[in-house]
């Protein structure tokens, strides 16, 4: 009878290991949850907050609340935020091909729907690989002499005000200059500020209601873009009959071929040539004017990048030879001083990406049609990276960066291909200020304000002159 009862025993507790297994096995696997947030007010979300506070305030205290990967409701769109290194490397590197770009049509219509940052795939690939050429280090050295030229005159315009000038407003003049000449190389005056006009007019709109309404900021935003294209198809048919085909961006794209022998239209030329424009004016911009800030708040700072420049400057005679490629690749302390401007202004606080198909990402449902935004801001204000991280100090840049936790200019195959000649910019206009100018801060309130992008408040009115201690 024992022996009856253990086999029972032994039979029963097989048959419970053998249901338990199959119940595990068939039990249906939990769906992804959407990850923790608010969604904030209807249609508005969130987009008001977003706008109204300083961008460290609205990222860093989500992120403290719901983790590194939230939900909110912004610009009309859910959207999913990421705050991690390896966030951004899966979302915009490793799988890049779940997320495409995407911006409101209202913004794509006043830039034109062929600009390179629209699109993915094989069209994105060819035109990139232009713009890249373009803006290659062996294109845009030999630009030097003229960004000197633009940088000096500038300088000595602002100087010969005598008064108190908005830098901001000044530094954005200077940044289409420099874009201008990237694209077109010595383009005559008259187009230059037929470009400039009609541009401040598409500016204006880009960042107002999408109205349609004659009379409206974006109806005449409209207007002015058909008027760029007319001027830059104009500037085409000329270099066509001139035969006059350069090696700057515009030669790039009107000399491009595909596979079929296939040219690009000029209204694909003209898209791609204002999103080159938009893409280099306001950022490197703002990067200036926080540059500014940075070194007049910090003197001793400012005295070891003048020691810096003064070399060079003493090595070219006084200033009579212009500065080389090669110096421009050996100033430590300025270079420093603007990889950590970069980042402690962060003015590109993400970047919108689209799922195209539903992700799951840690555990969490990231819809089809939802937008997703790395946080590279989160990332370059964290204090696992960067110590002290509200504190401005180049020091920490004598050493590299962890891998993904700087970003200034993106990451991955639309990452920003003109980040040289934006740098190389930075370091012509901070070798000549210092060298032969000074500069004083006036009335400045320590805030900050949008443009879009995070500008010291009232654009950093300042004033400036010519240093008469140096000959």
């Known amino acids: 009878m024992e022996i009856i009862a253990i086999l029972v025993y032994i039979f029963l507790f097989l048959s419970t290991l053998l249901l338990y297994s199959f119940i595990k096995k068939h039990r249906p696997t939990p769906k992804p949850k959407l990850p923790p947030g608010s969604m904030g007010w209807p249609y508005i979300g969130e987009t008001l907050q977003l706008y109204s506070q300083h961008p460290n305030i609205f990222f860093a205290s989500k992120q403290k609340r719901y983790g590194e990967i939230f939900k909110t409701h912004i610009l009309g769109c859910p959207c999913v935020m990421l705050a991690s290194p390896e966030a951004a490397r899966f979302v915009l ?6 997320f495409k770009p995407t911006y409101p049509k209202s913004k794509e219509k006043l830039i034109g729907s062929s600009a390179l940052f ?10 990139r690989k232009l713009v890249q050429t373009s803006l290659s280090p062996e294109s845009i050295k030999k630009l030097i002499p003229l960004i000197q030229s633009h ?5 000595e315009s602002w100087a010969s005000i005598g008064h108190v000038i908005n830098s901001f407003h000044e530094m954005k003049k200077f940044s289409f200059n420099i874009g201008i000449l990237s694209v077109f190389g010595n383009l005559e005056g008259n187009y230059r500020e037929q470009l400039k006009d009609n541009y401040c007019i598409v500016e204006k709109g880009y960042n107002s209601f999408p109205n349609r309404i004659p009379g409206t900021a974006y109806s005449k935003a409209l207007l002015a873009r058909q008027r760029i294209q007319e001027i830059i198809s104009e500037i085409i048919c000329k270099k066509k009959e001139q035969r006059l085909i350069e090696k700057n961006l515009l030669g790039q794209l009107l000399k491009y071929k595909d596979e079929k022998g296939q040219t690009l239209t000029d209204e694909e030329i003209a898209d791609n040539v204002i999103g080159v424009l938009f893409a280099a004016q306001d950022t490197t911009a703002s990067v200036l004017t926080w540059i500014l800030k940075f070194l007049h708040d910090d003197q001793k700072l400012l005295e070891a990048i003048k020691t810096e420049q003064m070399a060079i400057y003493e090595a070219n005679e006084g200033g009579k030879i212009p500065l080389s490629w090669g110096q421009t690749r050996n100033m430590p302390i300025t270079h420093r001083v603007i990889l950590e401007s970069l980042r402690m202004a962060s003015i590109i606080s993400f970047t919108f990406r689209e799922a195209v198909v539903d992700v799951v990402y840690k555990g969490y449902l990231i819809p089809k049609g939802w937008k997703v935004m790395p946080l590279f801001r989160n990332i370059h204000h964290n204090p696992e990276f960067y110590p002290a991280p509200h504190n401005f100090d180049p020091s920490r840049f004598e050493v590299a960066p962890k891998p993904n936790t700087f970003m200034p200019f993106g990451n ?17 206009l901070i070798h000549h200020l210092v060298t032969k100018f000074r500069w004083e801060v006036v009335g400045y309130e320590n805030g900050v304000e949008y443009s879009p992008f995070p500008i010291p408040t009232h654009g950093l009115p300042a004033r400036f002159w010519r240093d008469e201690s140096i000959n």
């Open 93 to 98: 590197v490793t799988h890049s091909q779940l």
């Open 118 to 127: 629209f699109h993915q795939g094989d069209y994105h690939s060819r035109i």
């Open 412 to 428: 991955g195959v639309h990452s920003c291909p003109g980040n040289e000649l934006a740098k190389l910019n930075m370091l012509i």
């Open 151 to 155: 940088v000096i005159s500038s300088l």
